[in-house]
């Protein structure tokens, strides 16, 4: 899209403006509840579990996203995409990871919670650390494979963010959706619904089950509420860094 202040084709002012204003509220939201949740990681030893570092990986993941939509809601506010081709091939790569790394998370959170409650043994560090390893390189393999040909990153049809070019039905681009959503879409998604079945299966009768929606998983605010502030550890870690004075009387008393 040239880098001119006319309105994309077939959009109005008033769309142009509405859209930018709901990418605005929806990354600041996610940016300022997920950045809590990792500041909160960082500052709070009870949290250093290998459990939470799911939830820290799914944090800056909906971070990533969040940061991506901030962009796009500048650009739309401007009606122009300011940073060129290669920003736009920066964008789409930087979105299409942390969206990826999102859905990915959101799996290895939903083992891991199985794991946890079902065999009622505690999550190792290494496999944690290999879970959150796994799931970024494996984002980054597949965001960066549009770059090497096989996929493309282009403009939305309001030209102010990048992502897949969908419009695409040729056959290089069809062979990596279908490829791409059955390992990143697909498998996520069994392992999800299978994790929480079995733990509602196992535990649902005892009335000791606490799963969280398991809908919108992709949107970095309704993650950061299920995962983070819908977890009493956590709740309890943020109230702590907002609040260090009563933090150091309760560990006194």
């Given amino acids: 899209m040239a880098e001119t202040s006319a309105l994309p084709t077939g959009f109005g002012e008033l769309e142009v403006l509405a859209v930018g204003m709901v990418l605005l509220v929806e990354a600041l939201s996610g940016l300022s509840l997920n950045t809590l ?40 506010l ?9 920003g ?14 999102s859905i ?6 939903a083992w891991g919670r199985y794991h946890h409650y079902c065999t009622r043994s505690q999550l190792a560090w290494n496999s944690a650390i290999s879970l959150v390893l796994f799931v970024w390189l494996s984002s980054t393999f ?31 681009f069809t062979s990596f959706l279908f490829t791409m959503s059955f390992f990143n879409f697909a498998m996520p998604l069994f392992i999800t619904i299978t994790s ?3 733990m509602e299966q196992k535990l649902g009768k005892s009335g000791h089950l606490q799963v969280p929606a398991l809908i919108a998983k992709m949107v970095p605010t309704i993650n950061a509420i299920n995962y983070a502030l819908g977890n009493e550890m956590v709740c309890r870690g943020i109230w702590q860094c907002l609040s260090p004075q009563k933090s150091e009387k309760d560990r006194a008393k």
């Fill in 88 to 101: 736009c091939q920066a964008h789409g790569f930087q979105g299409f990871v942390t969206a990826l790394a």
């Fill in 37 to 76: 949740t990792i500041f909160s990681f960082c500052k709070t030893p009870e949290l250093r579990t290998p459990c939470h570092l799911l939830v820290l990986s799914l944090a800056l993941a909906d971070s990533g996203i969040s940061l991506n939509a901030l962009i796009a809601a500048t650009s739309s």
């Fill in 196 to 198: 929480y079945s079995l």
């Fill in 142 to 172: 597949w965001a960066a494979l549009p770059l090497l040909g096989w996929g493309h990153y282009d403009y939305e049809p309001l030209g102010t963010c990048c992502t897949l070019d969908y419009s695409k039905g040729d056959r290089n």
């Fill in 78 to 86: 401007l009606r122009r995409w300011p940073y060129g081709s290669d």
């Fill in 104 to 109: 990915c998370s959101s799996a290895a959170i």
